[in-house]
């Protein structure tokens, strides 16, 4: 299939890609699976609360059995107690899910060719910058027509375009190398450089 590259002052022309990476068939099922995956690879999973048993003091018994009028106890750190443990005490886990590279390949091709069968993948020959000012970002994504809340991939990281989309809260810049399902799902339009497209192709063939 053919993406159209835009360009500012001349004519537009046409890209040859890959109908396997941008013309897929969207599976929402698999893109799902993975954008979760994703998510949960990223948490800490750290969280830890202590148990009755592991509760410091509690190892003797607060009053007798029997005769005192107040409800049996066997320990001050009982879960029902102030300051005791933990009935269900949560434990450091794990919460990555095993997604293999078939399937990951699978969903961002289903995701990239989504985009470009919505219009929401513009394709351009480079994004250059005079200096690392955001104003002059806002005017170039302005000339283009996209809105504020956009995903601009590159071939390699450039140090004046990220910068310049810093001060920008729905405007990221990523490297190919740095691209992931999570950007691609939050960001309603992605702008693309025709070499970032290419080595899109490569990584996902």
Not at 124 to 137: D, F, Q, R, S, Y
Not at 166 to 194: F, G, K, Q
């Amino acid at each position: 299939m053919k993406l159209k590259v835009v360009s500012k002052g001349a004519q537009a022309q046409d890209i040859e890609v890959s109908d396997a990476t941008f013309a897929r068939e969207y599976n929402e099922s698999l893109v799902h699976q993975v954008v979760v995956a994703y998510r949960n690879a990223g948490r800490a999973g750290t969280k830890a609360q202590k148990t009755k048993a592991e509760v410091r003091g509690g190892g003797i018994k607060p009053w007798r059995q029997k005769g005192t009028g107040q409800a049996r106890a066997g320990s001050i750190r009982s879960p029902i107690w102030v300051g005791g443990g933990r009935a269900f005490a949560a434990k450091p886990r794990d919460f990555a899910q095993k997604v293999n590279r078939k399937m990951y390949r699978g969903a961002m091709q289903a995701m990239l060719s989504e985009l470009a069968r919505t219009e929401r993948l513009s394709v351009v020959n480079g994004i250059e910058l005079e200096a690392p000012k955001t104003k002059l970002l806002v005017q170039k994504l302005g000339e283009l027509k996209l809105g504020s809340n956009v995903l601009i991939l590159i071939e390699a990281h450039d140090e004046k375009l990220e910068l310049a989309a810093r001060n920008l809260p729905y405007v990221d810049v990523l490297p190919v190398s740095s691209l992931d399902p999570l950007s691609l799902a939050r960001h309603d339009h992605v702008l693309a450089t025709a070499g970032a497209v290419r080595l899109i192709e490569e990584r996902l063939a």
